[in-house]
């Protein structure tokens, strides 16, 4: 087969990219799949690692043309948690044995915001050590483009993971899902200085954006790899009815099941190509099938990311319709995790940080 001689190259050139991409027949997709899970296995292990997310607030300077937290939605009630109620869930998160905990929030750039975050990572930290975790909880940042000198406040204080994605690496496409405000540039900026502070850095790509083609997305890939990141987060682009982006799409119920495969693929192709960084299986896989998240796990991906952010702010964030799990705060407990990811033969990591290899191996190679 074709495929065996690219999936087995040393270096991936953009048309080997946009090939793998563009398979479609179903004894190919298998091969990609089973080549991407034993990259997998020989790189990252089997096992997965899980972070609980807590989503803060969704406050939001930004207005991201295909999110529904924008800060132009006035239907959205506007919340961010008191430190006590983040901290107890981070409590509850170390106590069920998910070793790392995601802090997501909607972009503040304003002191009060920076040192609210600052505090409660420390705060997270110091109370969620224990004889298993005596560094505390792992914490990773999603809080958007801040300047070096606060990357830098956030990590003293304990964080060292962070995630920024960069939704596409096109800046004509990006230019496009953004207001002018928003900046391509500021953003791959962020990411360096992300990098130059010591984090793990992770970022990602909203895959089925109106107007986007393969070859994007294989650049895409290019730039994961050019970037040198540590951390993956990608998935499949989905409608929210209160945003500009919903008027762009007139056949997207047709094409759900093709971005749906074309998510999966990425996942593959990225594992084949970057190899030893994290890959998510996001949320929004699960959002397009309710098995979505267990696909991309074995497609290659070796991160899952159960939220834990408590019920009565839950459909308050949601960046996209049909997110899952927004009533029941069992639906992603520890045990209902682990069964789903053991459904798919894989072991889950109990109160463990699951680091970037990558990031660890470039360090020290
Ligand atoms: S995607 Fe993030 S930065 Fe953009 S509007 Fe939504 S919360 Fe804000």
Redesign the pocket.
Known sequence: MFIDDIINRESFTLEDIVYLLSISDKLHIERLKNHAYGIMKQYTGEKVYLRGLIEFSNV?I???YY?G??KSNHNVKRYTLENDEIIDTAKWCANQGFGSLVLQS??RNDEQFIEFVENTVRKIKEFTKSDILPNGLGVTLCV?EQSRETYLRFFNAGAHRYLLRIETSNPDLFSKIHPDFQIFNRRIIALKSLKEVGFQVGTGVMIGIPGQTINDLANDVLFFKEMDIDMLGMGPYIIHSETPMNAYYDDYSERKREIYKLSLKMIAVSRIILKDINIASTTALQAMYPMGREAGLMFGANVIMPMLTPTHVRSEYQ?YNGKPCIDEFTSDCFECVQQRIESTGRTVAKDEYGDSRHYFNKKFS
């Open positions: 939001c930004n207005d991201c999110c937290i924008r909607g972009e958007g960046l």
